[in-house]
């Protein structure tokens, strides 16, 4: 995916600005930046929700506006930051909404759909979920069922907006390490919206930061998580040095 020169407002403010960025086949790409910055609406554009106001953004350089709807949708996945259901469906059924984009009008689910939803469930470990409904679960078995969605949708590129924010290190460790999985057994690109600044350095390819809708830095991890770039982005002093595990750049608080 490219995105060259997008701007994009909601009022009178730009919210995105002149962001030249790509989206590498099989790559992890961290998206950091603090709240405001044009994080989500970054997702946004890159889901074809909303439309760029200024620029252009392509898959395989086909300009998103010649690609249905339909056809968009089972090349690009997004884990959205919200998920409300008014209706108490299954994990299962859920993971099975994934498959709506491959169906033809008024086409039910076959057997082949359910199987790809219930691999996507295996996947992402909640099959022994599939019966609940989606209420009754905790934050990551959720969000978990919410990656499943996206992966039934057999989805080329996957966008993810905070999947961890509100889980404990367990569980944040298990989606990166989800999300890892997928991206190097699957094929799948990805690009992910996260405030957890030391997984997105110890599980992205590339990150990029973002500071009033505009990119500030972009490169490998240890590149762009600096306390050059943290102090001035989000206006906090901290103090870089290595993961001794990882060798990734680790951020603490001062
Ligand atoms: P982030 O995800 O990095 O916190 P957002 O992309 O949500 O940032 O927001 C970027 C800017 O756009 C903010 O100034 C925010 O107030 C504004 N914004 C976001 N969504 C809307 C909206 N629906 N209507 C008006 N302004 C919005
Ligand atoms: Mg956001």
Known sequence: MRLDNI?????????????????????ILGILGPNGSGKSTLLKIMDGIINPIEGE??????PFRDIKRSEFARQVAMVAQENHFRFSFTAAEVALMGRYPHLRR????????????FNALKSTQTLHLADRSIHDLSEGEKQRVFIARALAQEPRIILLDEPTSF??????????MLISTLCREKDISVALVSHDIDLTAQYCHR???????????EGPPDEVITVANIEKVYE???TVDMNPTSGRPRVSII
Do not use: T
Not at 21 to 27: A, D, I, N, P, T
Not at 57 to 62: M, Q
Not at 167 to 176: A, G, N, P, S
Not at 208 to 216: A, D, E, F, I, S
């Open 7 to 27: 701007g994009f407002h909601y009022g009178k403010e730009w919210s995105l600005m002149g962001i030249d960025l790509s989206l590498r086949s099989g790559e």
């Open 57 to 62: 953004i392509s898959i395989d350089n086909r």
């Open 106 to 117: 008024l086409q039910f689910e076959g057997i082949r759909d359910m199987e790809i939803a």
């Open 167 to 176: 889980l404990d290190l367990k569980f944040k460790r298990e989606i990166f």
């Open 207 to 217: 990150v990029v930061m973002l500071k009033n809708g505009q990119v500030h830095a």
């Open 236 to 238: 906090c002093p901290v």
